[in-house]
C-alpha cells in the first residue's frame, strides 16, 4: 500500500503571503498530500537578522491565510523550541509523531537551493525526507546537478525526482515588507483578513529593509 504524505512547509512567513499559499496547495496536490503543515521558524538560520514580526504575530497571521483550506495545518514546534532549530530536528520529531507508514515532504522554493549545501546535514536530510523543490517567479527551474559531486548521483537523482512545477507567483514577503514601511499597496499579494490584521496590528510599519 501506498504510504501516507504528509508535507512540511517551513519560512520565516514574515508576513506569509498569497504565494506561500498558492504554492503549498498546487504542492499538495503533486505529491498527493494529506496535509501541508505550516511550521514558522524562529529565525533563518542563515540570514543575520530577527524576523521583523514577533512569533505570535506571524502565527495569528499564518491561522488567518490558512483558514479556508481543509489541508492547510500550522505547527508552532520551531517558535517554542530553544535555539538553534534545524529542518532535520524538525523532520526527525514529525516523523516520530506520525507512524512509520507516512512520508515526510519538506518544500522548499527554488530560491533556497543554493543555500542547501550550509544547512545542517543536509545529506542526512536529504535520506531522511523527499525535499520537494518548487518552482519559484524571478529563480531558474530547481536543478541539483551541481550537486553530484558533493552529495553523490543518487542523492541528486532523489531530488531531481521531487521537483514540482508549482505555478509563478512573484510575490516576496521582503517586498511586502518594503511596500509597507513605505506606504504602498499590497492588496494582491495577501489575503485579506491577513491584509486587515497587518493594519491593526501597525506590523512593518518601519523603515524598509534590504
Ligand atoms: P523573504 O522575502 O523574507 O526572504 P519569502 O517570501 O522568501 O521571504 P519565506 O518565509 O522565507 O518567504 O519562505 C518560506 C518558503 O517558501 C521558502 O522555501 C521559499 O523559497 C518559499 N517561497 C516563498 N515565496 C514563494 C513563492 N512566491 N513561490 C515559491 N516559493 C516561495
Given at each position: 500500500?501506498?504510504?501516507?504524505?504528509?508535507?512540511?512547509?517551513?519560512?520565516?512567513?514574515?508576513?506569509?503571503?498569497?504565494?506561500?499559499?498558492?504554492?503549498?496547495?498546487?504542492?499538495?496536490?503533486?505529491?498527493?498530500?494529506?496535509?501541508?503543515?505550516?511550521?514558522?521558524?524562529?529565525r533563518s538560520p542563515l540570514k543575520d537578522s530577527?524576523?521583523?514580526?514577533?512569533?505570535?504575530?506571524?502565527?495569528?497571521?499564518?491561522?488567518?491565510?490558512?483558514?479556508?483550506?481543509?489541508?492547510?495545518?500550522?505547527?508552532?514546534?520551531?517558535?517554542?523550541?530553544?535555539?538553534?532549530?534545524?529542518?532535520?530536528?524538525?523532520?526527525?520529531?514529525?516523523?516520530?509523531?506520525?507512524?512509520?507508514?507516512t512520508s515526510i515532504c519538506w518544500l522548499i522554493?527554488?530560491?533556497?537551493?543554493?543555500?542547501?549545501?550550509?544547512?545542517?546535514?543536509?545529506?542526512?536530510?536529504?535520506?531522511?525526507?523527499?525535499?520537494?523543490?518548487?518552482?519559484?517567479?524571478?529563480?531558474?527551474?530547481?536543478?541539483?546537478?551541481?550537486?553530484?559531486?558533493?552529495?553523490?548521483?543518487?542523492?541528486?537523482?532523489?531530488?531531481?525526482?521531487?521537483?514540482?512545477?508549482?505555478?509563478?507567483?512573484?510575490?516576496?514577503?521582503?517586498?511586502?515588507?518594503?511596500?509597507?514601511?513605505?506606504?504602498?499597496?499590497?492588496?494582491?499579494?495577501?489575503?485579506?483578513?491577513?491584509?486587515?490584521?497587518?493594519r491593526e496590528h501597525g506590523l512593518y510599519q518601519?523603515?524598509?529593509?534590504?
Amino acid at each position: 500500500m501506498a504510504k501516507r504524505k504528509i508535507a512540511l512547509f517551513g519560512g520565516t512567513f514574515d508576513p506569509v503571503h498569497l504565494g506561500h499559499t498558492a504554492v503549498a496547495a498546487a504542492a499538495a496536490e503533486h505529491i498527493g498530500a494529506e496535509k501541508i503543515i505550516f511550521i514558522p521558524a524562529k529565525r533563518s538560520p542563515l540570514k543575520d537578522s530577527f524576523p521583523e514580526a514577533s512569533g505570535d504575530d506571524r502565527l495569528a497571521m499564518i491561522t488567518l491565510a490558512i483558514a479556508d483550506n481543509k489541508k492547510f495545518q500550522l505547527s508552532d514546534y520551531e517558535l517554542k523550541k530553544p535555539e538553534p532549530g534545524y529542518t532535520l530536528q524538525t523532520v526527525r520529531q514529525f516523523q516520530a509523531e506520525f507512524s512509520s507508514g507516512t512520508s515526510i515532504c519538506w518544500l522548499i522554493g527554488a530560491d533556497s537551493i543554493d543555500e542547501l549545501p550550509y544547512w545542517y546535514r543536509i545529506t542526512e536530510l536529504i535520506d531522511a525526507c523527499i525535499l520537494c523543490a518548487m518552482f519559484r517567479a524571478g529563480c531558474k527551474p530547481p536543478d541539483f546537478a551541481k550537486f553530484t559531486e558533493s552529495w553523490g548521483p543518487k542523492q541528486v537523482e532523489k531530488l531531481q525526482k521531487n521537483v514540482i512545477q508549482t505555478p509563478l507567483i512573484d510575490i516576496s514577503s521582503t517586498e511586502i515588507r518594503n511596500r509597507l514601511a513605505t506606504g504602498r499597496d499590497v492588496t494582491n499579494m495577501l489575503a485579506p483578513p491577513v491584509a486587515d490584521y497587518i493594519r491593526e496590528h501597525g506590523l512593518y510599519q518601519s523603515k524598509a529593509k534590504n
